[in-house]
């Protein structure tokens, strides 16, 4: 009786138990990733992908790598604000993060930015269950109408991320970067098509890797990186100040943020940043367009720009300070130049611009977890594949047998969608409080060690990782991507237009050029 019993239990909770060791595994590889710049999450995803055969020898099924990858994917779009605000080194997904996200760190608020993000994103995990049957059953009987217009629709995205650029001259310099991120996508890939991507390591030259491992490792990860070593970085002290931020904002970031998430999720080549573009749209510009001024204000009245824990007192002290430095201020045109209306103006404008800034942070972290979430959607309903690790998913349940097939109502594929998005509640929960707590300690750690070592450690890990993926062949694509990663820096773009390296080629596939 008692045998049976154990039995009984030990079948109803080991799988829970394994089910909640690899979403710990693919936490922790996700935050790993998304603390470490220039580590992609794709490059996790062809490494568990390519060492499934030898994970299947110790116990794991395809399902349980597959969840391991998932929860490696959403744990990242949590993490990777921390990098992107208190080092100014950005993945793909977070490159526009970096001025209102170092608007916030200069003022001390670095901490709340990240809260903010990881708020942003938690609140897409839940709103995404709000959202997702209606997104499903459009996409579902709409897409089949709008596939043979996919290439009109990615041109006018195209058109879109040019034309957010705030001048003529940055207008040409973006076009001039995505053509150039285009082109060498279209060769790149046209020379995968040949299998020239050969790994000089016999164990791996069947890992299936993509060009895509050289191609986004060197223009997101080792150009940033060569840039974070070549320059010094300085993390201010944070200030232990409670901050307030409009409820109606953070609803407003969060609606945008997933709703935008899920619908570029089934449009091809689109990545969260182009979809943060998109969204910029309908979020106030000066949370866009944070300049070198704008930044200088911070600096020089900084204490009137605390939200609305800020009365302008703090303000009246320092005016008392000196008459030179009175005069300082003035010239460089301070809030203690001005009659009280008039300081008490500024100071709304700042706690404008402020909210302004969080609260493209909230849109752009949901955005950039929504569309992990309805990029695995897209490959239930439309069988669709929009991010690497949703393609070394569908390549590992496919190699088991388990077909997907676009149908997540055939046999089996409702469980299994079910038990993926248990997957992304517990990896939400878990990097919701990680990532909060991390953000917390970051600007103390972060003082403490040498980041230039870390620059270089992280460039020479990824030359390692393409050569024994890739070959030869994919370290001159490496390096070729790392020089065109330096363009948007050099031209002072956005290093969005390096999506070009997708999208142009995607493009050109559904205008009929392949």
């Avoid at 991390?438 to 620059?455: D, H, P, Q």
Wanted: hydrophobic content about 50%; charged content about 15%; glycine content about 10%.
């Amino acid at each position: 009786m008692i045998p049976g019993v154990f039995s009984d239990l030990f079948s109803i909770f080991f799988p829970i138990f394994c089910l909640l060791l690899c979403v710990i595994f693919g936490w922790v590889f996700g935050f790993f990733s998304g603390m470490v710049p220039g580590i992609h999450v794709n490059n996790f995803a062809v490494l568990l992908a390519s060492a499934a055969p030898v994970l299947y020898v110790f116990g794991l099924s395809p399902v349980t790598v597959s969840i391991i990858i998932l929860s490696c994917a959403v744990s990242h779009t949590f993490h990777n604000i921390i990098p992107a605000i208190f080092l100014g080194a950005p993945g793909e997904d977070t490159a526009l993060l970096v001025l209102p996200g170092h608007r916030l760190l200069l003022d001390g608020k670095g901490p709340a930015a990240v809260r903010l993000s990881a708020m942003g994103s938690a609140g897409a995990v839940l709103a995404s269950l709000v959202i997702m049957i209606p997104t499903a059953a459009f996409f579902y009987a709409a897409y089949p109408y709008l596939q043979p217009y996919m290439g009109f629709v990615l041109f006018f995205v195209i058109i879109l991320m040019v034309a957010t650029e705030y001048s003529f001259q940055k207008k040409v310099a973006a076009l001039f970067v995505f053509l150039a991120a285009g082109f060498l996508g279209v060769i790149a890939f046209r020379f995968e098509d040949t299998g020239i991507l050969l790994s000089p390591v016999s164990f791996l030259s069947n890992s299936g890797a993509s060009v895509l491992m050289p191609l986004l490792s060197g223009l997101f990860g080792a150009s940033q990186m060569i840039v974070s070593f070549l320059t010094e970085s300085v993390i201010p002290d944070s200030k232990n100040s409670v901050e307030t931020f409009p409820q109606n904002k953070f609803i407003k970031g969060v609606f945008n943020g997933t709703v935008t998430g899920a619908l570029v999720a089934w449009i091809p080549g689109v990545s969260s940043s182009v979809a943060a573009i998109i969204s910029g749209f309908f979020i106030g510009k000066k949370s866009r367009n944070t300049g070198k001024n704008e930044l200088v204000d911070i600096k020089s009245g900084g204490n009137e720009s605390d939200g609305n824990e800020s009365d302008g007192n703090e303000s009246d002290g320092n005016e008392s300070d000196d008459n030179e430095s009175d005069s300082n201020r003035s010239d460089d045109g301070g809030p203690e130049a001005l009659d009280s209306f008039e300081r008490n103006a500024y100071i709304d404008s700042k706690n404008e611009e402020e909210n302004d800034a969080k609260e493209f942070i909230v849109t752009v972290s949901a955005i950039s977890t929504a569309n992990a979430i309805f990029g695995l959607l897209a490959l239930f309903i439309i069988g669709k594949t929009r991010s690497g690790a949703v393609v070394s998913m569908n390549q590992i349940l496919n190699a088991a047998g388990i077909s997907i097939d676009s149908n997540v109502f055939a046999a089996g594929n409702l469980e299994l969608f079910f038990l993926f998005y248990i997957t992304i509640l517990l990896t939400g929960f878990l990097s919701y409080f990680s990532t909060i707590r991390a953000g917390n300690v970051a600007t103390g750690f972060l003082k403490k060690i040498n980041y230039r070592k870390i620059s270089l450690t992280v460039m020479v890990f990824l030359f390692v990782l393409v050569f024994l993926f890739t070959g030869f062949y994919g370290v001159i694509v490496f390096v070729a991507a790392t020089f065109i990663g330096f363009l948007p820096i050099v031209l002072k773009v956005k290093k969005s237009n390096l999506m070009g390296v997708i999208l142009f080629p995607v493009m050109l596939y559904f205008f009929g050029f392949r």
